[in-house]
């Protein structure tokens, strides 16, 4: 299993590029523009998201001229322009699904909040977006997959495809760079062989055990949106998808 442990390097690698790099607080250059681009962000400030509610805390990813999330009920898109430190972010398109107290506040607050930003500047290891009187109106910092997750699909073929049913895949991402979950029939780690036990039922599970652990050592990247974590390859193909584990 060393190769999960490689694959939990290079997951983690740009989360810490990005956070040792940068210019003086309070500045937005063009090397952390460009380390913005492609980061997935978790938003720490500028909405009230109740601690009980955290599967709607909103986040962005800004890459190839778009940007895209959760916005603590839906999933959002739109494009972007960055000139210097002016940031303008066009209309925003979203999913429909209707959300309960509070994810449904909190989408309406955000998607205001995204339609007012003028600007951006760096702090340290978090992004701020401004208006244009340079008020703050929303702070992110840079999103980990740090934390325990059950898989909702994986890549099956050319497509994602859901678990066989019966079976409980799960991952957990530990903040010193460690992995360990299930994966359907026998428990793994990143650091040491997984168990060896064969199971009979359901009827596809070995199978499916060994597609999944072949997909983690190719993940290259990640995007965290809400309570969704989606591991990536190289090319930027969806490989496994989480729903986040209480």
Do not use: H
């Amino acid at each position: 299993m060393r190769l999960l442990a490689a694959s939990i390097a290079s997951l983690v690698l740009p989360v810490v590029l990005v956070a040792c790099g940068g210019d003086d607080a309070g500045s937005a250059g063009s090397a952390d523009v460009e380390l913005l681009k492609g980061q997935p962000l978790l938003l720490v400030s500028g909405i009230d998201v109740p601690q009980d509610a955290a599967a709607a805390q909103p986040s962005a990813t800004f890459e190839d001229e778009n940007v895209s999330g959760w916005t603590g009920c839906n999933n959002y898109t739109g494009g972007f322009e960055i000139n210097g430190s002016s940031l303008v972010i066009g209309q925003i398109a979203t999913t429909k699904m209707a959300c309960p107290s509070p994810a449904d506040t909190i989408e309406k607050e955000y998607l205001a909040a995204l339609g007012r930003v003028a600007a951006l500047r760096t702090e340290d290891d978090e992004v701020v977006l401004v208006d244009a009187d340079e008020a703050e109106l929303l702070r992110y910092e840079r999103a980990t997959p740090v934390g325990r997750w059950q898989v909702t699909a994986l890549l099956t073929g050319d497509a994602l495809a859901s678990p066989v049913a019966g079976t409980t895949l799960t991952a957990t991402f530990g903040d010193d760079a460690t992995l360990s979950g299930s994966s359907g029939c026998n428990t793994y780690k990143a650091d040491v062989a997984g168990t060896k036990k064969a199971c009979a039922e359901p009827a596809g599970v070995m199978a499916q055990e060994t597609s999944y652990l072949t997909l983690l050592p190719r993940a290259a990247s990640f995007r965290v949106d809400g309570p969704v974590l989606e591991l990536l390859d190289v090319d930027r193909q969806r490989l496994v998808a989480f729903a986040r584990a209480p």
